[in-house]
């Protein structure tokens, strides 16, 4: 038995010695009862967060009674039927009721956590009419939990303890493992709940955790802060390579906790401080050695010394397209990369125009329009270069979507007209839907769709960055008979034309036979024409010339019984 539980049983004891008086008189009172018991060994336990814990328990019972229900309760209240965990759906997949329907009602419950710290009661029912019956005092559960003690920072070369704590007591036999940042110290496994770090080093700062073996529970971590003087102190140049009237920059690297003070020497005379130095247009009195200073409350060390060198043009010259798969109406950034000392200046060329400057070339909001060649120029003083060419590829939507009529929109019933969708997209259109204006659903797809029926139609052009869609067409089916109504009218109409030109030409010719049978007659009276005759025949075929030159409806119109006396009242057949 541990000492834990030693102690607990000597509680219980000393409780029992002074209950007992009252216990023999409880007994008394129900002698009955003395057949119905559950015991729980132990009836306090202390379990490790995530942990599985065995609540071991035995019952009695009268032997008139036999076993229906079995089940494990928690915090029972009066005058309540208790539930049964195992249908509780936070313990369901957790407890497992390890005994029977006999003398044995162990239980198992896993992945224990501080929500789990209740009294636990076990309760069971007979096929008797009083055959109820609740475990008390039942099983108090603890869910320990593990909390690392550490000083807040500790110096180089100190040593230090870390203290592994726990909410209730452990068994002597437990063993701690030990974490820094997040991997196991192998080396540092205690049966005692302390690790002591000897002659600190600033590699052991970090993060530090705790377990205890064979459990998955590990406790929350503590950072330990080693402080130490600076070391590996050092000096980088930018640019690497120096020419006079260019711009230097001088870094101080250096390890230190905490962070030191930088100052700058040259010569052996302070010139500066701040972990970064600028020189602006360097002249040749800039020429010597520097090196850095760095200084914190537990130390300082000098570094290595540095001599400054020459500069160079631009090279290396190139530019990059964010992002690289563009959308009409993206912001797009073009880069320009330079290798050069001291920094270049970076102009943009637009097909051979100037159209910005600096390192990055941002378009917003980019059009089609915009797809043209760009090039960046990096220039100093010491000389020039351009980049190659890049192209833009804009990806754009559908617009300008119009509807091709391949023919009239007019056609006979039965008969179709094809009609072909366009646009204009990036990439080009690869889905089109056509549409019957008042019609919510499509009537078909593809590029060119046959209309069949009388209506206003319209197609949607489609890619993977939009949509968009054209004006209505009209298409108007007539039917047949239709068609054949007017063609025999039409037909009709010309006959009667016909027909009408006929009877003209035989009326007329008619007229022109009796007129030259009456001259005839004339001239067998009289062999001589005065001129008073050649006169009257002039004017007789004046008048018949201009009858002839109306218009064919208006002698088509005067074609009646009416109409041919007017006619004739322009002839004189009367001899002289």
């Known amino acids: ?42 009836s306090h336990i202390c379990a490790l967060k995530h942990s599985s814990v065995i609540m071991r328990c035995t019952y009695t019972y009268p032997p008139e009674h036999q076993i229906e229900e079995v089940f494990w309760t928690k915090n029972p209240v009066k005058g309540v039927e208790p539930p049964d965990l195992s249908e509780d759906p936070e313990y369901r997949q957790r407890l497992q009721y ?109 993060r530090y955790s705790c377990a205890l073996q064979e459990h998955t529970y590990i406790s929350p971590e503590v950072y330990l802060n080693v402080v130490y003087p600076p070391k590996r102190v050092s000096v980088s140049i930018i640019p690497s390579e120096i020419v006079e009237g260019d711009s230097v920059t001088l870094i101080c690297s250096s390890d230190s906790n905490p962070p030191a003070e930088i100052s700058w020497i ?36 000098d570094s290595e010394a540095v001599t400054l060198n020459v500069m160079y043009p631009p090279k290396s010259v190139s530019v990059s397209i964010s992002p690289s798969e563009i959308v009409e109406g993206d912001s797009v950034t073009l880069i320009c990369s330079s290798d050069s000392n001291p920094p270049a200046e970076i102009s943009w060329i637009k097909e ?41 590829n804009i990806m754009y939507p559908p617009r300008n979507v119009s509807v091709f009529m391949n023919g009239s929109g007019e056609i006979v019933e039965g008969d179709s007209v094809t009609l072909i969708c366009s646009s204009d997209s990036n990439p080009p259109a690869l889905n089109f839907f056509w549409f019957k204006e008042n019609q919510s659903s499509s009537v078909g797809s593809g590029q060119s769709f046959s209309a069949l029926q009388s209506g206003r139609f319209y197609c949607e052009a489609h890619n993977q960055h939009g949509s968009q869609r054209s004006d209505a067409v009209t298409v108007t089916v007539k039917g047949r008979l239709v068609i054949l109504y007017i063609s025999i009218g039409v037909v009709c109409g010309a006959v009667v034309i016909i027909i009408t030109a006929l009877i003209w030409k035989s009326w007329e010719k008619k007229r022109t036979d009796k007129l030259e049978t009456q001259m005839n007659l004339s001239r067998l009276d009289d062999d001589s024409f005065e001129v008073s005759d050649v006169e009257m025949t002039e004017h007789l075929y004046g008048n018949v010339m201009t009858n002839h030159s109306r218009p064919c409806d208006d002698r088509l119109k005067d074609y009646d019984a009416e109409s041919t006396e007017p006619v004739y009242e322009n002839i004189n057949f009367d001899r002289p």
């Open 1 to 42: 038995m541990s000492i834990g539980e030693k102690g607990i049983a000597m509680l219980m004891s000393l409780r029992m010695a002074l209950c007992l008086p009252l216990t023999f008189l409880l007994m008394i009172h129900s002698v009955s009862s003395a057949d119905w018991d559950v015991s729980y060994s132990p």
């Open 98 to 206: 390890l005994g029977d329907k006999q003398k044995n009602c162990t239980m198992r419950l896993s992945h224990v956590t501080q929500k789990d710290e209740h009294k636990y009661y076990f309760r069971f029912i007979t096929n008797k009419h009083d055959g109820k019956w609740i475990g008390h005092p039942g099983v108090t559960l603890t869910v320990l939990d593990l909390q690392v003690e550490s000083p807040e920072r500790v110096t180089e070369g100190d040593s230090v303890r870390l203290t592994c704590k726990s909410s209730c007591a452990l068994t002597d036999r437990a063993t701690f493992i030990w974490y820094r940042n997040s991997q196991p110290l192998t080396e540092r496994r205690d049966r005692n709940n302390i690790l002591l770090l000897q002659s600190v080093r600033r590699e052991d700062a970090g």
């Open 266 to 301: 040259k010569g052996g005379t302070t010139v500066g401080s701040g972990r970064i130095y600028s020189i602006s247009k360097i002249r040749s009195d800039h020429s010597g050695e520097y090196k850095c200073k760095s200084r914190n409350e537990h130390g300082e060390k």
């Open 352 to 392: 051979e125009m100037f159209v910005g400057s600096g390192r990055i070339y941002n378009i917003s909001k980019i059009r089609s329009d915009h797809r043209e060649e760009y090039k960046c120029k990096s220039r100093n003083e010491h000389g020039e270069k351009y980049s190659e060419a890049v192209t833009l």
